[in-house]
């Protein structure tokens, strides 16, 4: 399919999810329709399996991953993330708990390879899904338990967007009506003023803030960076492109929110969301099939132990139980989904632009450090750790 085709189908999928998030009022989640809806007509031969690798997004995509997560770093000021320990550890905490309970549980249901195909995958994102798949196939062990990573990469997110979706909305809502939004907006708003007055090493001209092509140019040299570093010290380029992107825009080698700033934003989103989008074409109905009990209670038993490990961390951190149990979920879809989830429940939740603000100042920091702390680096060690058992 030629790729202009083929990328406006794509988006039309994207657009419709957008479309029913916004009637929902957030509560049905846009990624999920997205993903639900090419699926369900790829498989109905509307459309070409092929179709997302013919709109060309996943080559846009290897370009423009490490320039995104340096970009995600460049959006919470260092200050802010310092405070959102908190999130790292009720993080930690749903991923450990939903290990422990997939060893407890899937483990004499099915077998220990079964374990390792889902383990990874539910804590995490493409790349623990890449490096289970390509320890599982080494190994030699049959097709049906191959499949598995990528089918819980899939359908990981069908039960864990709407509970977030859920439970952040009941946050947000929660903290609007007891008035509490106001002294949280009000020591936002301060920090935010605080970060602002700080001296930086660099201050850039403000010519070249606004031209979006040398911000551009900026962000791409930071993704350079990453990949090199990454390469020569072993350390997923996705983690050092964060780091970079905190330190870049702490000491004011890059402007906040760098992609925005280069009007790029919606076009790098477009090639993650064709990513999280491509395995699920390449699943055959067969295969969903013979791996549908094992998946399942890969996913009920292990969204269930990262509830449950999210809750306790919650409690004993003190903080409240909705946010913290949507913290722990961002394991279940990470980037972009928590940054889509937030921005729809602040969208319709909020009551005038002022609330909107506030509700989105509150809940993205924990939600991003939560899917980082998962997706980005979590997850890549418990999959490394449990390959290595076959």
Known sequence: MTPIYAAAIVLAFVALGEL???????RVPSLLVAMLGVFI????????DSVVNDSTLLQAYTILSAPLLFHMGSIIPLNTLLKQWRSVLISVAGMAVAVGLLFAVVGPLFDFQTVIAGAGPLAGGIVATGLTTEGLTKAGV??????????????????AMPMTNFLLRRFAIGVRDSGELTRLAAENQAAQEHQAKRKKLVNLPQDLVDNQLFVLFLVLVGGSLATFLGG??????????LILGIVSTYFGFTPERTLEKANS?????AAVIAVVMAPLLKATLADVIAAILPVLAILV??????????FLATKLLKWRSALGMSVALTAMYGFPADYLLTNEVARSTGRDDEERKALLDVMLPP?????????????????SILVSFI
């Not at 029913?20 to 957030?26: L, Q």
């Not at 934003?265 to 989103?269: E, I, N, T």
Request: glycine share 14%.
């Open 20 to 26: 029913v998030s916004i009637w929902s009022k957030a």
């Open 41 to 48: 007509v790829a498989k109905a031969g509307i459309i070409p």
């Open 142 to 159: 049959a097709s049906t338990i191959v499949v598995l990573p990528a089918l819980v990469l899939m359908l990981q997110s069908v039960p």
């Open 232 to 241: 020569i010290t072993h350390i997923p380029s996705s983690i050092v492109a």
């Open 265 to 269: 934003f919606g076009l790098a989103m």
């Open 301 to 310: 038993v292990g969204g269930i132990g990262i509830m449950l490990g999210g």
């Open 367 to 383: 939600m991003l450090v939560g899917g980082f702390t998962s997706v980005s680096a979590g997850s890549v060690v418990i999959a």
